[in-house]
């Protein structure tokens, strides 16, 4: 079996073949902070190994959990309880996804946001060079929740030290907490989540300590998608009935000298000119 860096770290395979040598066949790797994040970002990769039996979805979990608020039938539980209710939660999904394997890393949060995190990088590079995706679906560089951004810069730095052995990994970034629609749309990429969507709610409603504990994760997700695919485009009818947006990380991978402050802030730059670009041409003189 993997040997991962953290002895609470798990795996699990919800077909019930517990062979890591399968993980190669994995095609669409989602890494996410906590448990559900996955259902969100990484939802066109779930969505592609639920499809085509020629490819697999596998997803890792970063943190344990343990620090979710709660309320409702959750408010007395205690930070271990809650532990145990996610990671149930997250096993869940796997299975109603048709995950090909679901790792939940289970390190503190404020283990993941510290500047020197070894271990958790490490179990990142381990995971990836088993699963040898495609995609990675992380977090967006400009998402506002600290632990999604740390897990993101993991995610590059492990991909950068493996060099070579990353090969043509395409990494996307993705909206939880901080939408996209303000990239311009040269620079966003949209991607089509039509399908399903009785399968994506119920992804989203596995996590019934996060909805019953006060946060409508699932009426938000589907509806920040369907609001996406309507305010894609302006000027022609919808195109697809879901879409997400991600932003493009991988030149982040190809050139490991491109500072990331500079390439996200060029990024934000771009929706000031683009605004500024728009005002100079329309303004009443």
């Known amino acids: 079996m993997i040997q991962l860096q953290n002895p609470l770290a798990e795996c699990y395979f919800p077909s019930g073949t517990e062979n890591d040598t399968l993980l190669n066949k994995t095609t669409h790797l989602g890494i996410g902070a906590h448990q559900d994040d996955l259902e969100i970002l990484a939802i066109p990769g779930i969505l592609a190994g639920y499809d085509h039996e020629d490819q697999a979805f596998t997803g890792i979990t970063v943190t344990n959990g343990r620090g979710a608020p709660r309320t409702g039938e959750y408010a ?9 209710v996610r990671l149930k939660e997250q096993r869940q999904a796997a299975d109603i996804g048709h995950y090909l394997a679901q790792f939940q890393l289970n390190y503190p949060s404020a283990q993941v946001k510290v500047p020197v995190r070894e271990e958790v990088i490490t179990d990142l590079i381990t995971l990836i060079q088993a699963c040898q995706p495609e995609i990675i679906y992380t977090h967006n560089l400009t998402d506002k929740h600290d632990t ?5 810069l993991s995610v590059i730095e492990a991909l950068r030290r493996l060099g070579p052995e990353a090969g043509e990994i395409t990494v996307f970034g993705s909206e939880i907490w901080r ?3 303000w990239l311009p749309a040269d620079l966003k990429v949209a991607l089509d989540v039509s399908s399903h969507p009785e ?3 119920e992804l989203l409603q596995a996590f019934h300590s996060q909805i019953a504990g006060g946060k409508r994760y699932d009426l938000a997700t ?3 998608r369907q609001a996406n695919a309507t305010y894609y485009q302006s000027h022609v009818t919808d195109q697809a009935e ?3 947006y991600a932003m493009d990380l ?5 050139n490991p000298h491109l500072d990331v402050g500079e390439y996200t802030d060029q990024l934000v730059q771009s929706l000031a000119q683009d ?5 100079g041409r329309l303004q009443i003189v």
Not at 76 to 84: I, L, T, V
């Open 76 to 84: 007395n539980y205690s930070d271990d309880e809650m532990w145990q």
């Open 148 to 152: 999604h951004v740390a897990v993101a």
């Open 179 to 181: 939408g996209l629609d």
């Open 199 to 201: 399968l994506q709610l």
């Open 222 to 224: 589907m509806g920040r």
């Open 242 to 244: 879901l879409m997400t």
């Open 250 to 254: 991988t030149p982040l991978i190809k």
């Open 275 to 279: 605004v500024q670009d728009r005002l």
